[in-house]
C-alpha cells in the first residue's frame, strides 16, 4: 500500500511535467516567431546590444548598439534577405573595444518598407547616408556584407566625406567568375528563395559551407517571413543583381579614396572569392583577407577570425602600415 500511495504523487509531478511539455510545444507551434525572438534576445545579451528605432530618410529604422560609446564607432550593414542579427556574434566579440552600429536597412528586418518604394543599391546608398548623419561622428569603419557591401562601396565613391575607412564582405557589385548562384540570378531566378522549412535548410546549404542546424519550430518563423517577402526580396534582387545598377560599383571603385578591406570566405558560392580580385585592381588602396572554411556568411560562420581581420585592419592604417 505504502509503495502505491509513493507512486501517485510522482504519477502527479509527472503528468504535470509533461503538461508543461506539451503546453510549450504548443505554444511554440502556434507562435514560432516567439521562439526565434527568444534566441535573437539570448544572443542580445551576450552581446550587451540594445534595440532602438530612429526616423532618418522618411523611414523607421531598427538598429542594434553595443559596446563602449568612447570607443572607436563600427557600422555595420547586412546584406540581401539578412537583418541587423546576423552581426550579433561579431558585436559579441568587438563589444569590448569599439561601439557598434548595426541597422536594419529600409525594407529589411524590423525597420519599415513603404509600397511602391525604390530599395535598389544607389535608394539604399542615399539613406545609409542620411543615417550616418545621424550618428555622433565618423564611423571610422564602414562594414558592408553582400549587398552591403554594394551599398557601401557606392557611398564610399559618391560620399567620399562620410567615410575614413570601408570593409566589403563578400561584396556584390563586381563581376566574378561564373558560378550556379549568378546563372541562376542571370536567368530570372531567385536562388535564395524560401517559401517551405526545406527550402530553408537548401538555402542555408548555400550560404554556409557547414550549415547550422534549425530545429523546429524555431525554422518555421523565417520561413514564414521569407514566404511573406518573396515578392519584395524578387523586385530587390532584380536591381542588385541584373539590373542597369548592378555593376555600377566596378565602374567607379577608383573614386573610392578610403582604405579598403575586402574579406571573403575561399568557399563562398554565391559571390565567388574572384570579386576580391575584381575589387582590389579597381580600388587605390585595400588590403585582402581571405579565410577558409567557411561560405558567403563568415560574420556568422568565422566572427572571431572576421573580428581579428577587422581590427588588425584598423591598426594597420593607423599606423600607417
Not at 527568444?38 to 540594445?50: C, D, N, S
Not at 541587423?84 to 529600409?106: F, H
Not at 560562420?301 to 591598426?315: D, H, K, M, T, Y
Request: charged letters at 20%; hydrophobic letters at 45%; glycine letters at 10%.
Amino acid at each position: 500500500m505504502k509503495a502505491r500511495r509513493a507512486a501517485r504523487p510522482r504519477k502527479i509531478v509527472l503528468a504535470a511535467s509533461l503538461g508543461l511539455v506539451l503546453g510549450a510545444v504548443g505554444f511554440a507551434a502556434t507562435a514560432p516567431e516567439r521562439v526565434l525572438e527568444a534566441e535573437f534576445a539570448r544572443q542580445r545579451w551576450l552581446a550587451g546590444a540594445e534595440v532602438r528605432e530612429v526616423q532618418v530618410a522618411g523611414h523607421r529604422w531598427s538598429v542594434l548598439e553595443a559596446g563602449d560609446p568612447d570607443k572607436p564607432l563600427l557600422v555595420l550593414v547586412h546584406g540581401f534577405v539578412g537583418s541587423k542579427e546576423n552581426w550579433l556574434p561579431v558585436m559579441r566579440e568587438l563589444g569590448k573595444s569599439y561601439r557598434l552600429v548595426a541597422p536594419d536597412l529600409p525594407g529589411w528586418g524590423d525597420s519599415e518598407r513603404q509600397p511602391g518604394a525604390d530599395y535598389g543599391p544607389v535608394a539604399q546608398m542615399r539613406r545609409l547616408a542620411e543615417f550616418l548623419g545621424t550618428l555622433p561622428g565618423k564611423p571610422a569603419l564602414l562594414v558592408g556584407h553582400s549587398m552591403g557591401g554594394q551599398i557601401v562601396g557606392l557611398l564610399a565613391a559618391r560620399q567620399p566625406q562620410l567615410v575614413e575607412r570601408i570593409a566589403l564582405m563578400s561584396s556584390a557589385g563586381v563581376t566574378f567568375e561564373e558560378n550556379a548562384f549568378a546563372n541562376a540570378v542571370l536567368a530570372g531566378e531567385n536562388p535564395y528563395q524560401v517559401t517551405t522549412r526545406g527550402e530553408l535548410k537548401r538555402f542555408l546549404g548555400i550560404v554556409f559551407t557547414d550549415p547550422p542546424f534549425v530545429p523546429w519550430p524555431a525554422n518555421e518563423a523565417p520561413a514564414r517571413r521569407r514566404r511573406a517577402d518573396a515578392a519584395f526580396e524578387q523586385q530587390v534582387l532584380d536591381q542588385i543583381g541584373r539590373g542597369p545598377d548592378a555593376l555600377v560599383l566596378e565602374t567607379e571603385l577608383a573614386r573610392i579614396q578610403a582604405p579598403t578591406l575586402l574579406l571573403w570566405c575561399r568557399d563562398d558560392k554565391v559571390i565567388d572569392v574572384s570579386a576580391a580580385e575584381t575589387f582590389r585592381r579597381g580600388l587605390r588602396d585595400s588590403t585582402t583577407v581571405i579565410l577558409s572554411g567557411c561560405g558567403h556568411m563568415p560574420l556568422m560562420a568565422q566572427p572571431r577570425q572576421v573580428s581579428e581581420a577587422l581590427s588588425q585592419f584598423l591598426g594597420s592604417v593607423r599606423s600607417g602600415g
